[in-house]
Nanobody
Framework: QVQLVESGGGLVQAGGSLRLSCDASRSIFSFNRMGWYRQAPGKQRELVALIFSGSITNYADSVKGRFTISRDNTKNTVYLQMNNLKVEDTAVYYC???????????WGQGTLVTVST
């Protein structure tokens, strides 16, 4: 069973920065892609950023230029650097790891990010 543990959430003022971490219980080389999703109160979970096994990245339009996803293969950790945070970034952020064969998604427990005015 794969475990993903997020950390780094908290309360920050608008314009501030946070860095989220996702620690995986096994080598992140074993996943075809990893990513961050978020869910705001009353809204559906949405994609924030993806990083593929070749370190190709993909971002939601709403975070492009502000957020950066990266990985440290030696630590089996994926990061989400969030800069210039906005109130609308407030959400629970979830780490995801995906394998293609078999097609399986693993999820962390989530970490809350609250951006205040």
């Amino acid at each position: 069973q794969v475990q993903l543990v997020e950390s780094g959430g908290g309360l920050v003022q608008a314009g501030g920065s946070l860095r989220l971490s996702c620690d995986a219980s096994r080598s992140i080389f074993s996943f075809n892609r990893m990513g961050w999703y978020r869910q705001a109160p009353g809204k559906q979970r949405e994609l924030v950023a993806l990083i593929f096994s070749g370190s190709i990245t993909n971002y939601a339009d709403s975070v492009k230029g502000r957020f950066t996803i990266s990985r440290d293969n030696t630590k089996n950790t994926v990061y989400l650097q969030m800069n210039n945070l906005k109130v609308e970034d407030t959400a629970v952020y979830y780490c995801n790891a995906h394998t293609n064969l078999p097609p399986v998604d693993y999820w962390g427990q989530g970490t809350l990010v609250t951006v205040s005015t």
